[in-house]
């Protein structure tokens, strides 16, 4: 029985791997980013889908652990030339979504009819942006290290700094007793101790690790270690209440100047994919169903809408900064969602009381869903600004060239489900011929041997006959 308890969790998490497995294939056979299998894995499997995930916060705890390794990846991976290069507009760039974002979460508020207060965490969640999304389809684009991805990651760690004074904004509508004077004096810190950091690596070489030689080809030792270095900061910045991501980016900085980096990437890069699978799981199983459905067409338009805002606003500061036209449109689109730090920011308001229990709801689903749907989006307007450079003349003319390969793999899985029909079929048919061969050959072997015991049974009666007959002769001789 115990065994069994043991067991059962295990066989749940086996079925969903499975599951998000599948789905990430049939994503990649569609040319889709699997990214969207794996979100709607944990929407199927979450507590209001089939409901086989009911306790999600050891979930959600290694989604975290996940968005830290990816920020931790994503310092180890920067070169600091590009990011120095790139510091400015990025600055910029992040400023101009924030601002526009506020207007936009204080006209909210303003037409609903809710408070001050969530006006601006409203604006705070939709400024925020997804690096593990946007890290993701950049990577799957290979446009990580060219100018969009260079771009897009400084912008992207630039709001990952901003949520530290958000985050104590936040705390201080809801009636936290947080000065002014405090939220300057840590933004000052996170900001100014990285500058540093990043002037300091610039003017030196690479960082000598003690007992590198004896370490350098032991696995364990580096993985190991390279997890402590993360968390560590992670913890160590959260105790000094900045943003954990900021102590995970600045440690994987240091280790990626490091003359241990070429070792330690290829030893994490294997933990940190499996972290990032369950993040994409853990945003599908906050996914409520419920009120989606209740709320279809308010969280779908509200989705739609934010996505929509955020593209043209990326691509026009993009722009305004100097970059060119594919760098602005790729850049803009890639952080076009809301980010994994809004669920932060939401779960922060509502337990400070400064946000109301439906705006809670209503920023997860707009948030989940706008995440859901982002990749798809990116595609599309990727492959509608391909389409409008070719100049077709029909609409249906343009859709086939912009989703060809799709209606190719759809094409060739039709194929393949009909030859499969046909052979089943085929295989059917001669299956029943095989049965009826065997139930003919079966009756003619019963009938043979029916015969054979009829042809017994005459003998036998012949023979019982044949002595009475004789006596019946010897008995006439005997007379005569």
């Known amino acids: 029985m115990e065994a069994e308890a043991h067991a059962f969790p295990l066989t749940e998490v086996a079925f969903v791997l499975l599951v998000a497995i599948a789905l990430g294939l049939g994503l990649m056979r569609l040319k889709q980013p699997p990214l969207v299998g794996f979100i709607l894995a944990g929407v199927v499997m979450g507590p209001t889908g089939f409901g086989l995930i009911g306790n999600s916060e050891s979930v959600i705890a290694l989604a975290e652990m996940g968005v830290l390794m990816l920020l931790f990846f994503i310092g180890m991976e920067l070169s600091l030339r590009a990011f120095i290069i790139s510091l400015r507009p990025a600055v910029l760039v992040a400023f101009g979504q924030l601002s526009v974002a506020l207007a936009i979460g204080l006209s909210i508020a303003w037409m609903g009819g809710t408070g001050l207060s969530e006006g601006i965490i409203f604006g705070f969640i939709i400024g925020i942006s997804s690096t593990v999304v946007a890290m ?3 990577d799957d684009m290979d446009e990580l290290r060219r100018d969009a991805g260079r771009i897009a990651i400084a912008v992207l760690i630039a709001q990952d700094i901003a949520v530290v004074p958000m985050l104590i904004i936040v705390s201080a509508l809801g009636g936290a007793d947080t000065s002014l004077l405090a939220i300057a004096a840590k933004v000052a810190l996170a900001v100014g101790f990285l500058g540093w950091l990043l002037w300091w690596l610039g003017r030196r070489g690479k960082l000598r690790v003690p007992f590198a030689a004896a370490i350098a080809d032991n696995v364990e030792i580096l993985a190991l270690g390279a997890l402590g270095v993360c968390f560590g900061a992670a913890a160590l910045s959260g105790f000094l209440g900045l943003s954990p991501a900021y102590g995970a980016f600045v440690a994987g900085i240091l280790v990626g100047n490091s003359n241990l980096r070429a070792r330690i990437i290829p030893v994490i890069e294997p933990i940190q994919s499996i972290l990032v699978v369950i993040f994409f799981l853990s945003i599908g199983l906050l996914f409520d169903l419920t009120y989606i459905w209740n709320n279809l067409w308010m ?12 593209t043209l606003l990326n691509v026009f500061l993009l722009r305004a900064t100097g970059h060119d036209r594919n760098t602005a449109l790729v850049g803009g689109l890639s952080m076009a969602q809301i980010g994994e730090f809004s669920f ?4 922060a308001g509502l337990s400070a009381g400064a946000l109301g229990q439906d705006s809670y709801r209503l920023a997860i689903a707009v948030t989940a869903i706008s995440l859901l749907f982002s990749p798809a989006w990116m595609s599309v307007m990727r492959r509608i600004e391909d389409v409008a450079a070719k100049g077709f003349s029909s609409y249906r003319e343009a859709l086939s060239e912009a989703y060809a390969d799709e209606i190719e793999n759809v ?9 499969r029909y046909r052979a089943g079929r085929l295989t059917l048919r001669k299956w029943r011929a095989r049965r009826a061969l065997e139930k003919a050959a079966k009756a003619a072997r019963n009938k043979e041997k029916a015969a054979e015991a009829t042809g017994a049974a005459e003998t036998a009666e012949e023979k019982l006959r044949q002595p009475d007959e004789n006596q019946a002769a010897g008995a006439s001789r005997e007379k005569t």
């Open 136 to 138: 993701k389809m950049l």
């Open 411 to 419: 094409g060739e899985g039709l194929w393949w489900v009909r030859a």
């Open 344 to 347: 932060v920011l939401a779960a």
């Open 299 to 310: 969280v779908l338009g509200a989705a739609l809408l934010v996505i929509a805002a955020k």
